[in-house]
């Protein structure tokens, strides 16, 4: 039993060794040949060569990044749907039912989503916001 288990373990042994082999030499070798010099310039931030024109811009609010990650989310609901709509005749009436209720729910979703204000990241959306959790409090 014990024979079966390392013969069929040796050769994921050996591509872990090798991995970790190669790595570790490719980071020795970019340590190695890597270009070293201390120029005025080296550290400086710039895009394409050029000389920024204005000040760096400053760092995304997190409404951005929420916005991108609720597009993701329903972008690759997008695929299930998709997917039912290449099945549509095998699956019959109970797949139009499961697609209807996935599609109820995802519309339950950005309706939330929407009243909670989390797809308003224009200027003053903060403010809007801070406005509605100040009247729930008061109620």
Known sequence: MVAAAT????PVAVYAIAVFALTAF???LTHVLGERHGDL?????????IEPASPLPQRLSIEFYQLAIFF????????????WAIAARRLGWAGYLEVLFFVILLLAGLIYLWKEGALDWGPGS??????????????
């Open 41 to 49: 310039g080296t550290g400086d931030r710039y895009e394409s060569g």
């Open 7 to 10: 013969t069929i373990w040796w």
């Open 26 to 28: 490719i980071l020795l």
């Open 72 to 83: 993701v989310v329903f972008d690759i609901e997008t695929v299930f749907i998709v997917a």
């Open 126 to 139: 903060r403010a809007r916001r801070a406005q509605r959790e100040a009247a729930r409090e008061q109620q």
